[in-house]
């Protein structure tokens, strides 16, 4: 069976932009993976005539309805009714359901459960539940005049957990034979630059198919097979998954991984290596991206967020000399940064980034986006300069990126300038 699907999420917030709206993305990506055809995304806000109208248009389009937030205790939550009205379908009280929530309250608020938490315990006449392990809004399945519906809370965490445990194992048996697919990383390419490489092979593939998926800074590519068993599966995507990795060669740095410092991370745990980080325009960002994988402490010693030349030079140990020639942001200042903070912390190998993030130039007229990377090891030191346009957002998660990969080249044999 092969559905196609609509994800509508509800709430004010949402269109206000007071929130962004992540479940729609993580929804799109796990149901992409899963097979199932995302052709809308909808926000609508917690009215209920908005809301019976997008459901009335929905349910005309597509066979899985997805509907995210409006499960909660108050007075605008009103996903539940609106949508089992639409249907013709009756809300039942469930009782099991009030104790879990009860317990919820008792465990993890250490409070009295709230009376108006009792209206998440109604839920539509023979719906399958899918209970909500971290938090207080249970979420739903039905089907109903050759329609799929959904309920997940629009909470992310608890969205996302619901997706992963109860809503997608649930599709997955309905489809005849196993879909099975592998996320491909790629850094260093343009999304058209990859799709220049591949673009023969993405024209042609059905039967695995291949789709990018451009992220700021990089580009991800859903590998995705349909097969009567998982080994099946796995040998109809060899042969395309042998021809990309060919093309993209170096820039293909994971398979299946969340993020470039992850791979970083298994990388340095594998060869019992450290690194250190010195971030200037980038703030601290290095740090707290590696600090997010489990298990980094093994490999991370430390960093210096130098934001100032008196911290370069005081804690560091850059020259003044070199500050006061060449500027903050210059080859020279990004070398004696990584070497410095090599030599602080003690640490293997170090990386240290100086640049413009914007929005303006700075005293020595270097343009937004200009920066030097720095790289150093036991046997060698080396900078890179970058010019990664503008957006300071934009400018500083690229530079991050480079440093992970930077440390990913210099541990896999690759070059890094």
């Given at each position: ?341 090599r030599r602080l912390t003690g640490s ?59 440390l990913r080249r210099y541990l896999t ?5």
């Amino acid at each position: 069976m092969s559905f196609r699907a609509e994800i509508i999420a509800v709430g004010t917030e949402l269109l206000l932009g007071n929130v962004a709206n992540t479940d729609a993305r993580f929804l799109s990506e796990q149901l992409a993976a899963a097979g199932v055809d995302v052709l809308y995304h909808t926000a609508v806000g917690d009215n209920p005539g908005r809301l019976a109208e997008v459901v009335d248009i929905a349910r005309r389009r597509c066979d899985l309805l997805i509907f995210t937030g409006g499960l909660g205790p108050t007075y605008d939550d009103l996903t539940k009714e609106t949508v089992c009205r639409a249907f013709g379908v009756e809300l039942v009280f469930h009782p099991e359901l009030a104790d879990e929530i009860r317990r919820y309250h008792d465990t993890v608020f250490h409070r009295e459960m709230p009376a108006c938490n009792l209206q998440q315990a109604y839920l539509p006449a023979g719906c399958t539940v899918l209970h909500n392990a971290v938090g207080t809004a249970p979420g739903c399945l039905f089907e109903k005049d050759g329609v799929t519906v959904a309920m997940l809370p629009g909470v992310p965490k608890e969205c996302r957990h619901m997706t992963l445990h109860a809503l997608i194992p649930w599709l997955l048996q309905r489809h005849d034979g196993v879909i099975l697919s592998h996320a491909l990383h790629v850094f260093g390419l343009t999304e058209p630059q990859v799709q220049e490489r591949l673009a023969d092979l993405m024209d042609e593939a059905v039967n695995p198919s291949l789709a990018p998926y451009a992220k700021t800074g990089e580009v991800m590519l859903r590998l995705t097979a349909k097969a009567e068993t998982e080994e099946a599966c796995q040998e109809l995507m060899a042969p395309l998954f042998w021809d990309v990795r060919a093309r993209l060669g170096e820039y293909l740095y994971g398979v299946d991984v969340d993020s470039l410092e992850e791979q970083t991370v298994r990388l340095l745990k594998e060869r019992g290596l450290t690194f250190s980080a010195a971030e200037s325009c980038t703030g601290g960002l290095i740090a707290k991206r590696v600090t997010d994988v489990p298990g980094a402490s093994a490999v991370f010693l430390g960093g210096v967020v130098s934001y100032t030349n008196g911290v370069k030079a005081a804690v560091l140990g850059v020259p003044r000399e070199l500050l006061d020639r060449y500027g903050a942001v210059s080859a020279p200042v990004a070398r004696a940064m990584a070497e410095g903070v090599r030599r602080l912390t003690g640490s293997d190998l170090a990386v240290s980034v100086t640049g413009v993030a914007g929005p303006d130039r700075d005293d020595r007229d270097n343009p937004v986006g200009t920066v030097f990377l720095g790289f150093a090891a036991p046997d060698t030191t080396l900078v890179r300069r970058l010019d990664l346009g503008t957006g300071r957002d934009r400018v500083r998660t690229i530079a991050s990126h480079h440093a992970f990969d930077a440390l990913r080249r210099y541990l896999t044999g690759l070059p890094i300038e």
